[in-house]
T-cell receptor
Framework: AQTVTQSQPEMSVQEAETVTLSCTYDTSENNYYLFWYKQPPSRQMILVIRQEAYKQQNATENRFSVNFQKAAKSFSLKISDSQLGDTAMYFCAFKAGAQKLVFGQGTRLTINP | GAVVSQHPSWVICKSGTSVKIECRSLDFQATTMFWYRQFPKQSLMLMATSNEGSKATYEQGVEKDKFLINHASLTLSTLTVTSAHPEDSSFYIC????????????FGSGTQLSVL
């Protein structure tokens, strides 16, 4: 069974700083997708970024980028120039084919003014 | 992007009553919908997977007679919490995937259920 581990329950940084959230996963699959979801206080789940395992290039979306290390089964999220609106719970997630989406435990990120 | 509408946003009910939560895909056909439960400060826990026109597949430990799921059309899935009790109080979230691929999931805004 696939597992996703986020080892940082909480993180806090100052506005405009860069922050990296860690995520590791365990799987025997070769083709899969990795995601970072943001859940702000509204509790709406928002897709931040998606990585396809067969692509070596790290995905980027504006201020958000990932460091995907397939051999190490690591998938960290970097937020550059952090903003107050980035304050949220962040969930790393894994999906292989038609299997269910597996979430990590989440990291509560607070951006301080 | 695709929109998933979930209603109601919050509901308060008396113990012993049943509550129905709707999840609609507004601009795409959802062959598969998922229902999650989330406790405060915790991650999402998958309860069941529903496919249009067939019975839902429940995760281990989820009572299918307690949480009734119906996916009668390609745009609507419902979760009914039957004979609700205070321990059923939680945040329930649905998500849906479209016909293009199961790697794309779109989430509803969630329903906060409080059972008195």
């Amino acid at each position: 069974a696939q597992t996703v581990t986020q080892s940082q329950p909480e993180m806090s940084v100052q506005e405009a700083e860069t922050v990296t959230l860690s995520c590791t996963y365990d799987t025997s699959e070769n083709n899969y997708y990795l995601f970072w979801y943001k859940q702000p206080p509204s509790r709406q789940m928002i897709l931040v970024i998606r990585q396809e395992a067969y692509k070596q290039q790290n995905a980027t979306e504006n201020r958000f980028s990932v460091n995907f290390q397939k051999a190490a089964k690591s998938f960290s999220l970097k937020i550059s120039d952090s903003q107050l609106g980035d304050t949220a719970m962040y969930f790393c997630a894994f999906k292989a084919g038609a299997q269910k989406l597996v979430f990590g435990q989440g990291t509560r990120l607070t951006i301080n003014p | 992007g695709a929109v998933v509408s979930q209603h109601p946003s919050w509901v308060i009910c008396k113990s012993g009553t049943s509550v129905k939560i709707e999840c609609r895909s507004l601009d795409f056909q959802a062959t598969t919908m998922f229902w999650y439960r989330q406790f405060p400060k915790q991650s999402l826990m998958l309860m069941a997977t529903s496919n249009e026109g067939s019975k839902a597949t429940y995760e281990q430990g989820v009572e299918k007679d307690k949480f009734l799921i119906n996916h009668a059309s390609l745009t609507l899935s419902t979760l009914t919490v039957t004979s609700a009790h205070p321990e059923d109080s939680s945040f329930y979230i649905c998500s849906a995937s479209d016909l293009t691929g199961l790697e794309k999931l779109f989430f509803g805004s969630g329903t906060q259920l409080s059972v008195l």
